[in-house]
C-alpha cells in the first residue's frame, strides 16, 4: 500500500486544529497538530500524536503542555507553528495554569504527562487533564489538506 494514498485516504476525516504549547528553559514552544483526541473521562486524559522527526518531541518527553483548540480567526497561528512565520506574530500569549497558552483559543486543555507510547513514526503522548476551559464561537477545521469552516445547518 502507498503511504501518500492512504494519508489522502485518513484526510477525508475532518479536524479540528490544535497548536501544542509546553514551555522550557529557552521558552514557551509550540506546534500546529490535528492528531489530538480525548482519551478517558476518569482519570481525564488526552492524547498527541507527534512525530518522530520533529522538535516538538524532545519538547514534550515528560514534560507538561497545552492544547489551545483554534477558532476559525487563527489560520495564521495555525501556519505560524506549522513553520510558516508571518512577519507580524499573529497570536498573543497568556498566563494559563500550566504555562503559557494562546489568546483567544476556542479551548485549552492544561495537561500533566501521563505516558507516552511508540506509535510507528509518531510518538503518542497523553496527558492528564488538570485545567481546561472553551469558548462560544466556531472552529477552524481541516479536511483533504486545507483549512475548512463547519456549515450551518438550515
Known amino acids: 500500500m ?16 490544535t497548536v501544542i504549547t509546553s514551555g ?13 483526541t480525548s482519551v478517558s473521562l476518569d482519570p481525564m486524559l488526552v492524547l498527541v ?4 522527526k520533529t522538535k516538538a518531541l524532545s519538547v514534550l518527553e515528560n514534560n507538561r503542555f497545552i492544547v489551545n483548540v483554534l477558532n476559525r480567526e487563527q489560520q ?3 501556519m505560524h507553528f506549522a513553520g510558516r512565520p508571518k512577519e507580524i506574530t499573529p497570536f498573543e ?3 494559563g495554569l500550566l504555562g503559557k497558552r494562546i489568546k483567544n483559543s476556542l479551548a485549552y486543555i492544561e495537561c500533566e504527562p501521563w505516558a507516552a507510547y511508540d506509535g510507528g513514526d509518531h510518538v503518542l503522548f497523553l496527558g ?3 485545567s481546561f476551559e472553551y469558548h462560544p464561537g466556531q472552529p477552524l477545521l481541516y479536511y ?6 463547519v456549515a450551518s445547518a438550515k
Open 128 to 130: 492528564e487533564v488538570k
Open 144 to 149: 483533504c489538506g486545507q483549512f475548512s469552516e
Open 49 to 52: 500524536s507527534v512525530d518522530r
Open 24 to 36: 522550557t528553559e529557552d521558552g514557551t514552544h509550540g506546534f500546529t497538530a490535528n492528531s489530538f
Open 2 to 17: 502507498d503511504a501518500r494514498e492512504f494519508r489522502n485516504c485518513v484526510g477525508h476525516f475532518a479536524t479540528g486544529v
Open 76 to 78: 495564521d497561528t495555525a
Open 93 to 95: 500569549w497568556e498566563d
